[in-house]
């Protein structure tokens, strides 16, 4: 338990168990700061129109690209940075991870000579392709030419930030004198998790 | 057919018996090997004949440990990366493929097959002569794509180029 020395009280205790008049001494974010000069809490929701059929909203598509190869891996993002190029989709940037290797040491000989070992490995290099702000049709479109177009010995995973519309049944609680800590949630957006998929 | 097999046996006049032995004892594990011709073996690694003359070709001659440097493989799929799937089939078919072609392409290839897997098709390449007329090649070639598609259940495609002989491929003597 900590004691309400000063210094606790200000750095140390929650937001909302801080009393109003000490809680100045703390400098808050800009996003909290917002918040209170907004005074969300106060405000109401705006209702969002989605009209039906309307397409669904990528925040982010991450694909990621695994082979044996290096070389091939690198002709496969020169490929796709064309085709970002020329389908107007926004690629945010390429990331390498480093390659992961399984080892296996085993012996030389049929017979015998412990002494004598050899290793073996498998490489499986890495590569990421960030893209943002895609609506569904483009995704979907760009995936397939993208997939169509994979060489052989060469693996795609998928991964899809789907915007979705927030709950009207998650309300923020009745105003009181801190709301601070509440009111992070009432954002009129909220992200939906990942999807994955696989491919070749 | 008469004719058919006269080409062959003219076509593969420079048949060389492999020096290597062959005796059902070679990799035996309660028979301790003592002779340095079975002891001191590797895999795909030929040693110097006496005369020079054993042929190999460009792919024989790079020898298994430079596989992922000067060499790649025979077959390109997903099945050993990190999170591959369907390892062990994919190996059986592979096998069963080689077998296949060996059998039905009589004498005809001469590389290694490859096998490429790309989505749910399967395409084979390969270097083939010219011994046989090109219209018993496209029979062949229906044939063993129409077969291989039944049998593993998804579309095989077949993608071979010709070669006029089998000297043509002969990189060098070992």
């Known amino acids: 338990m900590l004691t309400r020395t000063f210094f606790n009280q200000i750095f140390l205790f929650k937001p909302s168990q801080i009393p109003l008049s000490v809680l100045s001494y703390r400098s808050i974010t800009t996003a909290a700061r917002l918040k209170k000069q907004l005074n969300i809490a106060a405000t109401p929701r705006p209702h969002i129109e989605r009209p039906a059929?309307?397409?669904?909203?990528?925040?982010?598509?991450?694909?990621?690209?695994?082979?044996?190869?290096?070389?091939?891996?690198?002709?496969?993002?020169?490929?796709?940075?064309?085709v970002s190029t020329e389908l107007d989709v926004q690629l945010v940037n390429v990331e390498n991870p480093p390659f992961f290797t399984e080892r296996w040491t085993l012996l030389r000989s049929k017979f015998a000579k412990k002494k004598y070992?050899?290793?073996?490995?498998?490489?499986?290099?890495?590569?990421?392709?960030?893209?943002?702000?895609?609506?569904?049709?483009?995704?979907?479109?760009?995936?397939?030419?993208?997939?169509?177009?994979?060489?052989?010995?060469?693996?795609?995973?998928?991964?899809?930030?789907?915007?979705?519309?927030f709950r009207d049944n998650l309300v923020p609680p009745p105003s009181s004198t801190i709301t601070t800590t509440t009111t992070t949630n009432t954002a009129t957006t909220s992200e939906k998790t990942s999807e994955e998929q696989r491919n070749s | 057919m008469n004719t058919y097999l006269k080409l062959n046996l003219l076509g593969n006049c420079f048949q060389q018996r492999c020096y290597l032995s062959t005796s059902p004892i070679l990799h035996s594990w309660f028979v301790r090997l003592t002779n340095v011709t079975q002891v001191n073996t590797?895999?795909?690694?030929?040693?110097?004949?006496?005369?020079?003359?054993?042929?190999?070709?460009?792919?024989?001659?790079q020898f298994p440990k430079l596989i992922g440097?000067?060499?790649?493989?025979?077959?390109?799929?997903?099945?050993?990366?990190?999170?591959?799937?369907?390892?062990?089939?994919?190996?059986?078919?592979?096998?069963?493929?080689?077998?296949?072609?060996?059998?039905?392409?009589?004498?005809?290839?001469?590389?290694?097959?490859?096998?490429?897997?790309?989505?749910?098709?399967?395409?084979?390449?390969?270097l083939v002569t010219r011994t046989i007329h090109p219209r018993r090649m496209y029979f062949l070639i229906g044939y063993t794509e129409e077969i291989l598609s039944a049998l593993l259940k998804t579309p095989v495609k077949i993608e071979i180029q010709t070669v006029e002989n089998k000297e043509d491929v002969i990189f060098t003597y070992w």
């Open chain 2, 42 to 61: 590797e895999a795909a690694t030929p040693k110097h004949t006496r005369k020079r003359n054993y042929p190999l070709t460009y792919e024989q001659r």
């Open chain 1, 53 to 82: 059929g309307s397409d669904e909203l990528y925040k982010r598509l991450c694909v990621e690209v695994r082979g044996h190869d290096p070389a091939v891996l690198e002709s496969y993002e020169k490929f796709v940075r064309l």
């Open chain 1, 117 to 165: 070992w050899r290793e073996y490995e498998i490489r499986t290099y890495y590569k990421k392709f960030h893209f943002k702000h895609l609506t569904g049709s483009t995704a979907s479109t760009f995936l397939e030419y993208a997939q169509r177009n994979l060489p052989e010995g060469i693996m795609m995973i998928v991964e899809r930030v789907r915007l979705e519309p």
């Open chain 2, 69 to 126: 440097h000067t060499k790649t493989w025979n077959t390109f799929n997903t099945s050993n990366l990190r999170d591959g799937k369907r390892k062990a089939e994919t190996v059986s078919d592979d096998l069963f493929l080689r077998q296949f072609i060996y059998g039905t392409w009589h004498s005809l290839f001469v590389s290694e097959l490859i096998i490429k897997r790309r989505h749910n098709m399967i395409i084979l390449s390969g």
